[in-house]
């Protein structure tokens, strides 16, 4: 008779086989609820970024659509973003120059008045960082604090005794006014966080505190300098303020041109429109091509150390 198999008996490391693979599946990591709330936080970071970006962006998206409407379709709200575009609102404000010259106007005072600034605020900023000025800083930002509406009738006095309302020089210098303690405000930062050792270095061999500040110090200062430049112009362009009392109808800039677009009995949508397109595009082809520079400037100014 042979012998019979009992069927509790089984191959060896079958058992230790299953075991294994039991334990296994019993050792998976199960996803642990920090990993899980980081997750829900990404989630909710993204809406609320999309949200913001929907909200600054709409209106954006409205005036260029728009400059492509006629009166009519711009005050229907049936018309969405599905219209046939037209060009006759651009044909016709470069055909009458009711912006180029506002355009040159806003340009030239722009620009002299950034660059005006900046020669004068960069070293006073460099000086009271580097020299911790606290009282001058607090000076500095009085000024920034006063508000520029307060100085218009002395301004508008003096300026029309002198007999230079109406010229680009009294709207540079009206810019700069606020221009000045911008740059400057910005700059005291950036230089209180450029490492001091570096200037000391230059000084030992054999530069003036002013030659480390040129040769060293400003060309490491160059992003915020590119940052605080950057913002000074883009408030020069948009002020329609000092523009609205000290220029004339050759000397006006692109605000005071917009508010022409406006009159008692009507307001030119169309022509509104395409003119703030067109106004747009520059200040948005200087902040992307100095996307760079702004970026790097915003972030060293803000640590130290």
Same mark, same amino acid.
């Given at each position: 008779?042979?012998?019979?198999?009992?069927?509790?008996?089984?191959?060896?490391?079958?058992?230790?086989?299953?075991?294994?693979?039991?334990?296994?599946?019993?050792?998976?990591?199960?996803?642990?609820?920090?990993?899980?709330?980081?997750?829900?936080?990404?989630?909710?970071?993204?809406?609320?970024?999309?949200?913001?970006?929907?909200?600054?962006?709409?209106?954006?998206?409205?005036?260029?659509?728009?400059?492509?409407?006629?009166?009519?379709?711009?005050?229907?709200?049936?018309?969405?973003?599905?219209?046939?575009?037209?060009?006759?609102? &651009?044909?016709? !404000?470069?055909?009458?120059?009711?912006?180029?010259?506002?355009?040159?106007? +806003? /340009? *030239?005072?722009? #620009?002299? =008045?950034?660059?005006?600034?900046?020669?004068?605020?960069?070293?006073?900023?460099?000086?009271?960082?580097?020299?911790?000025?606290?009282?001058?800083?607090?000076?500095?930002?009085?000024?920034?604090?006063?508000?520029?509406?307060?100085?218009?009738?002395?301004?508008?006095?003096?300026?029309?005794?002198?007999?230079?309302?109406?010229?680009?020089?009294?709207?540079?210098?009206?810019?700069?006014?606020?221009?000045?303690?911008?740059?400057?405000?910005?700059?005291?930062?950036?230089?209180?966080?450029?490492?001091?050792?570096?200037?000391?270095?230059?000084?030992?061999?054999?530069?003036?505190?002013?030659?480390? &500040?040129?040769? !060293?110090?400003?060309?490491?200062?160059?992003?915020?300098?590119?940052?605080? +430049? /950057? *913002?000074?112009? #883009?408030? =020069?362009?948009?002020?329609?303020?000092?523009?609205?009392?000290?220029?004339?109808?050759?000397?006006?800039?692109?605000?005071?041109?917009?508010?022409?677009?406006?009159?008692?009995?009507?307001?030119?949508?169309?022509?509104?429109?395409?003119?703030?397109?067109?106004?747009?595009?520059?200040?948005?082809?200087?902040?992307?091509?100095?996307?760079?520079?702004?970026?790097?400037?915003?972030?060293?100014?803000?640590?130290?150390?």
């Amino acid at each position: 008779m042979s012998p019979t198999v009992s069927s509790s008996v089984r191959p060896a490391g079958a058992g230790d086989g299953a075991g294994a693979v039991a334990g296994a599946v019993g050792t998976v990591p199960s996803p642990r609820p920090g990993r899980r709330r980081r997750g829900y936080g990404a989630w909710l970071r993204g809406i609320a970024i999309a949200a913001v970006t929907v909200v600054f962006a709409l209106p954006i998206v409205w005036m260029f659509a728009a400059a492509f409407k006629t009166n009519v379709q711009v005050t229907d709200p049936t018309v969405g973003l599905w219209f046939s575009p037209t060009l006759d609102n &651009f044909r016709s !404000i470069l055909e009458t120059g009711q912006i180029l010259r506002p355009m040159g106007n +806003s /340009l *030239l005072v722009g #620009v002299v =008045s950034t660059v005006l600034s900046a020669i004068i605020a960069v070293p006073a900023a460099w000086a009271v960082g580097r020299f911790r000025m606290r009282r001058t800083g607090s000076l500095i930002l009085v000024a920034r604090i006063v508000p520029a509406i307060s100085l218009l009738v002395p301004w508008y006095y003096l300026f029309a005794q002198a007999g230079m309302v109406g010229s680009y020089t009294v709207l540079v210098l009206s810019h700069m006014f606020v221009s000045v303690p911008l740059i400057l405000w910005i700059m005291i930062s950036f230089f209180e966080g450029l490492p001091v050792e570096l200037e000391e270095a230059a000084r030992t061999d054999g530069l003036s505190a002013f030659g480390a &500040f040129w040769r !060293i110090t400003l060309p490491l200062a160059a992003p915020g300098t590119a940052t605080a +430049s /950057l *913002l000074a112009f #883009v408030f =020069s362009w948009n002020n329609f303020m000092f523009a609205l009392i000290f220029a004339d109808e050759h000397t006006q800039t692109v605000p005071v041109a917009l508010f022409n677009f406006i009159s008692y009995a009507s307001t030119d949508w169309g022509g509104l429109m395409a003119a703030s397109s067109l106004i747009t595009v520059p200040v948005l082809l200087a902040a992307v091509l100095g996307q760079k520079y702004l970026v790097a400037g915003l972030t060293s100014g803000a640590s130290k150390g």
